[in-house]
Nanobody, 122 residues
Framework: QVQLVESGGGLVQPGGSVRLSCVASGFNLDVAPMMWIRQAPGKGLEWVSGINRDGTITSYADSVKGRFTISRNNVWNTLYLRMNSLEPDDTAAYYC???????????????RGQGTQVIVSS
């Protein structure tokens, strides 16, 4: 059974940084592209970033490009999102999401975790 458990969220000041982690279980991380998605208060789900199976190709939403970095460690079955220069508009619940096995699509997910909250406020 696929399980994705996020951690690392919290309250951070504008301009600050935080690193989110996602530990996967129930499958080997290297079979699937992975991504981060978020949901701001009162809004729908938004794709944030994706990474291919071996970590050589990454993609970002325009709103986070240059500030966020996605990475993965397939040995540790862990996905990361480093978030720098945070802005109040980045306030959201952040979810780790799994793509379809053996594909290259880093924007479509089939399952996600419970999420971790990031609040950017002074």
């Amino acid at each position: 059974q696929v399980q994705l458990v996020e951690s690392g969220g919290g309250l951070v000041q504008p301009g600050g940084s935080v690193r989110l982690s996602c530990v996967a279980s129930g499958f080997n991380l290297d079979v699937a592209p992975m991504m981060w998605i978020r949901q701001a208060p009162g809004k729908g789900l938004e794709w944030v970033s994706g990474i291919n199976r071996d970590g050589t190709i990454t993609s970002y939403a325009d709103s986070v490009k240059g500030r966020f970095t996605i990475s993965r460690n397939n040995v540790w079955n862990t996905l990361y999102l480093r978030m720098n220069s945070l802005e109040p508009d980045d306030t959201a619940a952040y979810y780790c999401a799994k793509g379809r096995d053996w594909t290259t699509d880093v924007r479509s997910w089939i399952s996600r975790g419970q999420g971790t909250q990031v609040i950017v406020s002074s």
